[in-house]
C-alpha cells in the first residue's frame, strides 16, 4: 500500500532553536517527494522538490533530505522563527497512469514560541 | 490578481441546502484539483481536470459534483451534504498533468473554502 508517514505529529520549540521533521514512505514506483508548508487557514506551498538522484535541496532556512534506498526523507529548520508556525506536509508523488498521483502524509504541526 | 482564489472563503450550510465552491487560477495552468483535507487526516484528492476535461474521479459521493468551464474556473457544486463533509476544501491548478519526464509539474494551492455543514 502506498503511505507517506511523518513524524512527529507535533512539535513546539523555541525561537532560534533548530528542528527536523521526519517522513517515511513506502510509494512505488517513486517520482519525486516534495515538501509543504501549510500556515493555519491557508493552503501549502512548496518548499521542496527532490527527485530520487537528489539527496538534498535547500530553501533559504529550509534544508530537505531524501535517501531512496531507505525511503526516508528530513526537513532541517534552522534558527526557527516564529513564522516557521505551521503545519509541514509531506508528499510523494508516483507514477500513475498520466496524472502523476501525489500521496500526502499527514503533516506535522510546528508551534515555535518566543 | 495573482495564483489560485477560491471563495467563499468559510461556508456554513444545512444538510438540506445547494451551494457551490468556486476556484479560479490566474496562472495560465491546464489543470485543476479538488482536494479535501480534514482535521489530521492527509490531503484527498476528489477530483482532477486537465483542459477542461474530467480524467480522475476518486470514488466521490454523488453529493458533490464538480465543473470545468474552462481552464481558468473550477466549481464543486454541493447538494444534500452530511455533518462528515465538514473540511477544508482545496482547489489546486498545474500547468499539466504530471507525466514522466516532467516530474516537477508543481501544483500551486488555493486558500481553500472552509465548509460546515449542520
Known amino acids: 500500500k502506498n503511505q507517506v508517514e511523518q513524524s512527529p505529529q507535533s512539535l513546539i520549540i523555541l525561537e532560534g532553536k533548530n528542528c527536523t521533521l521526519q517522513c517515511n514512505y513506502t510509494v512505488s514506483p517513486f517520482s519525486n517527494l516534495r515538501w509543504y508548508k501549510q500556515d493555519t487557514g491557508r493552503g501549502p506551498v512548496s518548499l521542496t522538490i527532490m527527485t530520487f538522484s537528489e539527496n538534498t535541496k535547500s530553501n533559504g532556512r529550509y534544508t530537505a533530505t531524501l535517501d531512496a534506498d531507505t525511503k526516508q526523507s528530513s526537513l532541517h529548520i534552522t534558527a526557527s522563527q516564529l513564522s516557521d508556525s505551521a503545519s509541514y506536509i509531506c508528499?510523494?508523488?508516483?507514477?500513475?497512469?498520466?496524472?502523476?498521483?501525489?500521496?500526502f502524509g499527514q503533516g506535522t504541526t510546528l508551534q515555535v514560541k518566543p | 490578481e495573482t495564483g489560485v482564489t477560491q471563495t467563499p472563503r468559510h461556508l456554513v450550510m444545512g444538510m438540506t441546502n445547494k451551494k457551490s465552491l468556486k476556484c479560479e487560477q490566474h496562472?495560465?495552468?491546464?489543470?485543476m484539483y479538488w482536494y479535501k483535507q480534514s482535521a489530521k487526516k492527509p490531503l484527498e484528492l476528489m477530483f482532477v481536470y486537465s483542459l477542461e476535461e474530467r480524467v480522475e474521479n476518486n470514488s466521490v459521493p454523488s453529493r458533490f459534483s464538480p465543473e470545468c468551464p474552462n481552464s481558468s474556473h473550477l466549481f464543486l457544486h454541493l447538494h444534500t451534504l452530511q455533518p462528515e463533509d465538514s473540511a477544508l476544501y482545496l482547489c489546486?491548478?498545474?500547468?499539466?498533468?504530471?507525466?514522466?519526464?516532467?516530474?516537477?509539474?508543481?501544483?500551486?494551492f488555493g486558500p481553500g473554502t472552509r465548509l460546515t455543514v449542520l
Open positions: 508528499v510523494v508523488s508516483l507514477h500513475s497512469g498520466n496524472t502523476g498521483k501525489l500521496i
Open positions: 496562472l495560465g495552468h491546464n489543470a
Open positions: 489546486a491548478s498545474s500547468q499539466d498533468l504530471s507525466v514522466e519526464g516532467a516530474p516537477y509539474n508543481e501544483q500551486f
